[in-house]
């Protein structure tokens, strides 16, 4: 009988890249693989919840615990975490902490001996450390083929270099199909003159992937077949595309608490509430884990959500604090809204209230799982990007799989992206959950919906690849 296949996952410790790594083990656990996870101190305190969970189903899925370097760097005990990191300076310091994980991760995998290790994109110098000891090492970005094939494309070309100012729009070469954006939607660190600390990692983190073993994707082929092709016959990438991750915690459990529990209130409260309503009438509002917003936005989002006069589900990462008046809201919003709409504050059972019938649109900053999630559900959206790679999805919903409309934010800045006006708001609700292009965006997200399942169902392109996935590990170590 083969021996056991031991994979390790060692993703970045921010929720948008955790939560699917942990659902990676478990997809990899429920294939009888043994798999573990890699992560510091306060992020295994997070995700403990979800992981005994799985392995009280028999799932054999452990976590190994190391010590985050952050203080070494000069950062505040425990913020272990780049959402956690308030400032710019934080942030910088908080990837000079990741560079110093290279020598714990070298003592766990001397210990362990895995077979496989698969890496974050932002941990480069994991596959140096990893051939130490002949473990193949692959990476795991958290996005999607889209947004991998744009992104390289700029890299390379550098189209962004070339206009003559911010707002000079410009195409994207070597990609299937014409897709143009604008300097002020790309991250700083794709500058030519880059220096940060973040922007080093990115590069070597891009030139990493052709000397590693390959690529795992969080995506399917049927959802961007051109991109998916693109990236392995045109850039010559290895990849195995084995998602819509998150859609397999139907089956194996797990989408509901997920992440972080503080501030989760009742899940049940809120699916009650969406009970009452009818299909497609809520409008769902969330801008991921780390995104950060002025109260002065936040008040725009209420005015902008009242003026469509939709029924909505709006998560805020903020605390309600007794007796204390909140700034960012209008005066006498949350009376006026009464049974129309909901405001969470902290953190949202997304997959349960996506998946809901109630809910007929979503208001994403169109991160990878967030965007991924909207997809599965078959639910259109209102893209509002803010910043990491989230420009390029926008365009891959919009442009290429034409199930939302853009509400008009061109400005990367991390966490807080462009101000949106109320008005701009409130006419890409309506489009999306009454226009006359309703109908047709309904009906291409049913549809991507549907691919999505069967992607994943035995026989299905994701499942097949995920097969294909193992085997090419097995082989390699004649397992
Ligand atoms: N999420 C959630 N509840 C929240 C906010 C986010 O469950 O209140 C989950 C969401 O479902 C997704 C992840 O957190 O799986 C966010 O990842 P994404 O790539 O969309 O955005 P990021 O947080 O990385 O910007």
Request: charged share 25%.
């Amino acid at each position: 009988m083969s021996r056991q296949l031991h994979i390790c996952f060692f993703p970045l410790m921010a929720q948008g890249h955790t939560i699917p790594a942990i659902n990676m083990a478990k997809l990899f656990a429920s294939r009888g693989l043994k798999t573990t996870i890699i992560t510091t101190p306060f992020n295994a305190d997070f995700h403990s919840k979800t992981i005994n969970d799985s392995q009280n189903t028999g799932l054999d899925i452990s976590t190994l615990v190391i010590k985050f370097p952050g203080v070494v760097a000069g950062m505040p005990e425990g913020c272990e975490s780049p959402d956690l990191a308030t400032t710019p300076e934080m942030v910088q310091k908080f990837y000079r902490a990741t560079t110093m994980l290279d020598k714990p991760l070298e003592n766990l995998l001397r210990e362990y001996k895995p077979h496989c290790l698969v890496a974050d994109v932002f941990f480069p110098w994991a596959t140096a450390v990893a051939a130490k000891f002949g473990i193949p090492r692959i990476v795991f970005h958290g996005t999607g083929f889209f947004s991998l094939c744009a992104s390289l494309s700029l890299l390379e070309y550098e189209p962004h270099e070339k206009v003559e100012s911010d707002s000079e729009p410009f195409v994207v070469p070597n990609l299937p199909v014409e897709v143009i954006l604008m300097r002020k939607q790309l991250p700083p660190y794709v500058r030519r003159n880059a220096q940060t600390e973040f922007a080093k990692v990115y590069r070597t983190g891009k030139e990493s992937e052709l000397g590693c073993f390959g690529v795992v994707v969080n995506s399917f082929y049927e959802l961007e077949p051109d991109y998916a092709d693109h990236y392995r016959m045109v850039l010559g990438r290895k990849a195995w595309h084995i998602g819509p991750i998150s859609l397999l915690m139907d089956k194996i459990g797990g989408k509901g608490k997920r992440g972080r529990s503080r501030g989760f209130g009742d899940e049940h409260e809120f699916l009650k509430w969406l009970d009452l309503k009818e299909a497609n009438s809520v409008v769902y509002i969330c801008f991921g884990s780390m995104s950060s917003f002025s109260d002065a936005q936040l008040m725009e989002i209420a005015m902008g959500l009242e003026a469509s006069g939709k029924q909505f589900i709006w998560v805020v990462k903020k605390e309600r604090k007794e007796g204390v008046r909140e700034e960012w809201l209008p005066e006498g919003f949350e009376k006026r809204m009464e049974g129309k709409g909901l405001i969470i504050r902290g953190w949202a059972p997304q997959v349960l209230i996506l998946e809901h019938e109630a809910v007929g649109g979503f208001v994403t900053h169109c991160g990878w799982n967030s965007t991924l999630e909207a997809v599965c559900a078959g639910v259109p959206m209102v893209t509002w990007p803010l910043f990491a790679e989230q420009f390029y999805n926008e365009k891959l919903v919009t442009q290429i799989l034409r199930i939302g409309v853009e509400v008009g934010a061109h400005k990367w800045e991390r966490l807080a992206g462009d101000f949106v006006k109320r008005e701009a708001l409130e006419k890409a609700v309506c489009r999306i959950m009454d226009g006359e292009e309703v109908e047709g965006m309904r009906a291409r997200a049913r549809a991507l919906s549907e691919m999505a399942s069967r992607a994943i169902e035995e026989g299905g392109s994701s499942f097949s690849n995920l097969d294909a996935f193992i085997e090419d590990v097995r082989q390699l170590h004649g397992a």
